[in-house]
């Protein structure tokens, strides 16, 4: 009687697996994307001052020097002294070589390169910058990026539109496949990456120097996992 109690059991067991093997939804996973345009509110200019001399503390203090002149004179255009930051800094020597030739393009001894960021919230004053910290000797610009002091708002409405952009992708693969959304078994978020705009230099030979900057890209992506079924 157990025996064929088993028995059955297992043939039951066997009968329904493809039910519900049936039923278990199928998963479809779709990346979405959102971007939001901003125009921007603050600018950071690179800069850098290097120094070369025989001994470290020669080339230090004079680093050292030039770097408190261009705060200064940065200062004096409107930034305050904590948006000065520092990104970099070196110190190397090279030996001056005993035989000859010497190599007129290389920097012997001891150079010290030191290299800032400057936060220009006044984005209008970007270029009256650029030209305050040129106008110390040795100085040398990295380049200048514009963005957006906050974006917090606009990621927000980016990754709605994002998870917007999978659901449509997720919807369209499910009805070209007989099948309709049911759930969601998994979601994750990429980075913020926010677009740097394109900025025009003008008068580069003669102060004072403008920039045309256009508007800022706020984008994210997600990765969503559906679950479908027909």
Do not use: C, W
Request: positive net charge; proline residues 5%; glycine residues 6%.
């Amino acid at each position: 009687m157990k025996r064929q109690l088993a028995a059955l059991a297992a043939l039951v067991l066997l009968t329904a697996s493809p039910a519900l093997a049936a039923s278990k939804p199928t998963q479809i996973t779709v990346v979405g994307s959102g971007s939001v345009a901003l125009m921007p509110d603050q600018a950071i200019v690179n800069a850098s001052v290097t120094t070369n001399a025989a001994t470290a503390a020669e080339a230090v203090s004079a680093n050292n020097t030039l770097y408190d002149r261009v705060v200064q004179a940065v200062q004096a255009s409107g930034v305050k002294r904590d948006d000065v930051t520092l990104s970099y800094y070196n110190i190397d020597y090279v030996p001056k070589p005993q035989a000859m030739p010497v190599n007129p393009d290389q920097r012997y001894g001891f150079t010290v390169n030191r290299s800032f960021a400057i936060r220009v919230r006044a984005i209008g004053k970007a270029g009256a910058v650029v030209d305050a910290a040129t106008s110390v000797e040795s100085t040398t610009i990295g380049g200048v990026t514009f963005g957006v002091a906050d974006s917090s708002g606009a990621l927000k409405t980016a990754t709605a539109l994002a998870i917007k952009d999978a659901r449509a992708s997720a919807e369209a693969l499910a009805s070209a496949s007989g099948l309709h959304i049911v759930g969601i078994a998994k979601v994750s978020q990429g980075g913020e990456s926010p677009i740097q705009p394109m900025m025009r230099m003008a008068a580069m030979k003669a102060a004072p120097t403008t920039f045309d900057a256009g508007s800022v890209n706020v984008s994210t992506s997600v990765t969503v996992v559906y679950l479908a079924s027909p």
